[in-house]
């Protein structure tokens, strides 16, 4: 047989496989569609969605620990309800004249502010002299303020140190996870609410006995920082100057040093106030006498010249 012969049957073979192929796609797009529609009436209009149970939705544990950063309510709505939030300590060494009756003093200063004494101790050592040690929690904002008026309790102050800790991003970042927790539990009681299962309510109680856990951690995260901003910690140390008895009479150094300065202070001052009371007279009233007598000079002057001729 020619290939001219077996030309045609070769075509009506890729035709018929062709049209097989046709009929093949046709049919499974078909079934493809009727099964859609079957799985989209069954499952309330979402394609091939498997219901899940309440149980088989969550894992209570990874629900709660691990929250994205960004589900949290971190926003400037939140931030703006906190005010700035700063923990202020400070420590002070005083020499005094009495250490028992400074403790006194300080107890009744703090107390004056609506602060409390924390601890406090007093110690007689062997020379006779004693020493305190008193903490003391008072209002923020009376912290400067109160470290002056101690201040102005000794005789020296040896030293004195403060510190600030702004923890208002800690604060904000705390009320945020807190906020974020609540929500969450609000969630947890609504499915307890729809839950049909025991299995499916002891894994709701048991999520929610681990968010109210979180919630109470947080809850006490923020109450220590409202009480170390709100009340500010000063330590303070009392210490007498030694003591010396020159022919029967006390001889405190301590107390001499401290009247020298406030001597040289006071001496200082009046030189300041003698120097500005000789400037502001001479410029306002040297000047206008300088200007007064150089013109008294000059007609004086012109008068005798005159008279001259």
Do not use: C
């Not at 971190?74 to 403790?103: F, M, P, R």
């Not at 009479?249 to 003698?274: D, M, N």
């Amino acid at each position: 047989m020619t290939f001219k012969k077996t030309l045609p049957w070769i075509s009506r073979g890729f035709a018929l496989i062709g049209i097989i192929a046709l009929v093949w796609l046709a049919t499974q797009s078909l079934f493809n569609t009727f099964s859609v529609a079957t799985n989209t009436s069954s499952s309330g209009g979402y394609p091939e969605m498997e219901m899940l149970s309440v149980s088989d939705s969550y894992d209570s544990k990874s629900a709660i620990r691990s929250m994205p950063p960004q589900e949290l309510l971190y926003n400037e709505v939140i931030a703006a309800e906190i005010d700035q939030k700063i923990i202020k300590t400070g420590t002070l060494d005083l020499i005094v004249d009495h250490a028992d009756e400074s403790l006194t003093s300080v107890t009744t200063l703090v107390e004056g502010t609506e602060g409390y004494v924390q601890s406090s101790s007093i110690l007689e050592h062997t020379d006779g002299t004693k020493s305190g040690y008193i903490t003391v929690r008072i209002p923020s904002e009376q912290f400067e303020s109160t470290l002056e008026k101690l201040k102005l309790m000794a005789l020296v102050v040896e030293r004195e140190t403060t510190s600030a800790d702004d923890v208002t991003e800690q604060y904000i970042d705390l009320s945020a996870r807190l906020k974020n927790a609540q929500l969450q539990e609000a969630r947890y009681v609504e499915i307890l609410d729809v839950a049909n299962t025991v299995e499916d309510i002891l894994n709701i109680e048991r999520a929610l006995g681990d968010i109210r856990g979180y919630i109470e951690s947080l809850t006490g995260q923020l109450q220590y920082l409202d009480n170390v901003t709100g009340f500010s910690t000063i330590t303070i140390t009392l210490s007498e100057e030694p003591v010396l008895t020159i022919g029967g009479k006390e001889f405190r150094p301590g107390t001499s040093v401290k009247e020298a300065a406030q001597a040289v202070v006071a001496i200082a001052q009046w030189l300041v106030v003698t120097l500005i009371w000789i400037v502001i007279i001479g410029i306002g009233i040297g000047l206008p006498l300088f200007f007064l007598g150089w013109l008294v000079v000059i007609l004086g002057k012109k008068t005798y010249q005159k008279l001259k001729r």
